[in-house]
């Protein structure tokens, strides 16, 4: 499989837990978040996403969570199960159509049934 | 995998051949791109496309080259293929750019020995 876990920060969470990743963005003038999902051997999944003039979005067991004062980006994962046993990315937009998005380096989360 | 396809799946060469990477959709978005992941460093942007025959360079474009002739195909080069070009290589695709949603296929893993 991939060794894009290689030295990442990881959280373990037993089955049926909620699990809470946290992320940290760098520019202030970030309009735009996303998080991923990555499977070993797979393509980041998109999960949710969530503009700058919101605050918390939620999706189907997951809750994504923007505090701008503080740059700080989270998402949670109701009880959480052995299928999300992954690799978690955040990513910021750095502007307009033309601009990219700008990836973390992801948290491993290990679900112990 | 969102209609996306990346050929080849895997593919080993040697240092200074040529080597090409396809990437094709069937979704009819307008932006595409080309990423490389690496343990420690999460996805980098090589190259993306905003349109037929419009391109631009990314965070690490140096040694790569790309053409996008039709909309459903974006093509990665790498014209002299070095070790530091051993990766997993990605391609995206998202309707509206840089505050949109992008969707990754499954990958490629090249390996230059």
């Known amino acids: 499989g991939e060794s ?25 003038a970030s309009d735009y978040f996303i998080w991923y999902k990555q499977e070993s051997g797979k393509g980041p999944q998109f999960i949710i996403d969530i503009r700058s003039n919101m605050d918390k979005r939620q999706g189907q067991r997951v809750t994504v969570l923007l505090n701008k004062t503080v740059k700080h ?4 994962i109701a009880a959480t199960q052995p299928g999300d046993s992954a690799v978690y990315f955040c990513a910021e937009s750095n502007g307009g159509s033309q601009g990219n998005l700008i990836f973390g380096k992801g948290t491993k989360l290990s679900v112990k049934p | ?42 996805l980098r942007l090589i190259h993306y496309s905003y349109g037929v025959k419009d391109t631009d360079k990314g965070e690490v474009s140096d040694g790569y080259s790309v053409s996008r002739s039709k909309t459903e195909d974006f093509l990665l ?19 509206q750019g840089g505050t949109d949603i992008q969707y990754f296929g499954a990958g490629t893993r090249l390996s230059v020995l």
């Open chain 2, 77 to 95: 080069t790498l014209e002299s293929a070095t070790s530091s070009q051993t990766s997993v290589y990605f391609c995206a695709i998202s309707p």
């Open chain 2, 1 to 42: 995998d969102a209609g996306i396809t990346q050929s080849p799946r895997h593919k080993v060469t040697e240092t200074g051949t040529p080597v090409t990477l396809r990437c094709h959709q069937t979704e009819n978005h307008r932006y595409m791109y080309w990423y490389r992941q690496d343990p420690g460093h999460g």
């Open chain 1, 73 to 76: 980006l989270s998402l949670q």
């Open chain 1, 4 to 28: 894009v876990g290689l030295h990442l920060p990881t959280l373990s969470v037993q089955e049926g837990d909620n699990s809470i990743i946290n992320c940290a963005y760098s520019n202030s």
